[in-house]
């Protein structure tokens, strides 16, 4: 049984609210346990877990999240979303933003597989006191 459209609409504003209120368990169980996520910025394959170890800090360096200018697209079999992440980070309290696209399969109501597409520039400001 294919997952319908509406669910998968469902599931991608659970995912991506969850990371804007910083609820990075939420985020993660919205993900299958063996689900593919793929950065374009370094082209590697990550886990859930590190992908949740990523969120986690950058909830913690960025306050304010916001997924701006939502522009989802959902299918059989999974959706797009193209958005721009707002925030302020902690440290010096610079705004920051993200224009992205995000593209995903949505299988038995889980994300197997997320290609996400940033503009490196963009990333770099995120990660700015990363390591601080």
């Not at 910025?41 to 701006?68: C, F, K, N, S, W």
């Not at 979303?81 to 440290?91: F, I, M, N, P, Y």
């Not at 995903?104 to 390591?131: M, N, P, Q, W």
Request: with cysteine; charged share 25%; proline share 2%.
């Amino acid at each position: 049984m294919t997952d319908s459209v509406q669910s998968i609409e469902t599931l991608a504003k659970r995912f991506f609210d969850a990371i804007e209120a910083g609820d990075i368990a939420a985020m993660r169980a919205s993900l299958a346990d063996d689900a593919a996520i793929w950065h374009n910025t370094d082209e590697l394959v990550v886990t859930p877990d590190q992908t949740a170890q990523t969120l986690t800090g950058m909830v913690q360096r960025i306050t304010d999240i916001h997924y701006a200018d939502r522009r989802l697209t959902a299918f059989p079999g999974g959706f797009v979303q193209q958005h721009v992440l707002t925030g302020k980070r902690r440290h010096d309290g610079v705004a920051v933003r993200l224009p992205c696209a995000i593209v995903c399969r949505v299988e038995g109501g889980l994300i197997t597989r997320l290609d996400e597409y940033f503009d490196s520039a963009h990333v770099a400001t995120f990660r700015k006191f990363a390591t601080s």
